[in-house]
């Protein structure tokens, strides 16, 4: 799972056939730590993120199937979901409670 920041939008005057009406962003990647990972990066939006979100994103071939029509477009990155809450933890710490909802173990 890769994390990134949404920093902008990139526009273009011709697009690949089956990527008409995606809306491209410039993001940033980001490790666990929430800091930057390397430079920015154009990504695919099909979760309608807005500036400063801060999004998941996938990368290959898990990108170009993300799209919501045609499959296997030239994509190479693409926002997946917008994260709302992260919690961290240190390396190594494992949280093992059993949470109240529908779960298989309960």
Known sequence: ??????????????????????KLLIVQPLDKHL?????LQVAVDVVQAGPEDLCVMVRSREASLAMPE??????????VGIVDELNVRPDGEIDLRVRAGWNPLT
């Open 1 to 22: 799972m890769l994390f990134g920041r949404v920093k902008g939008t990139a526009i273009c005057t011709m697009k690949y056939p089956g990527t008409e009406g995606l």
């Open 35 to 39: 800091k930057p990972l390397g430079t």
């Open 70 to 79: 045609i499959k296997f477009v030239p994509v190479d990155l693409a926002l």
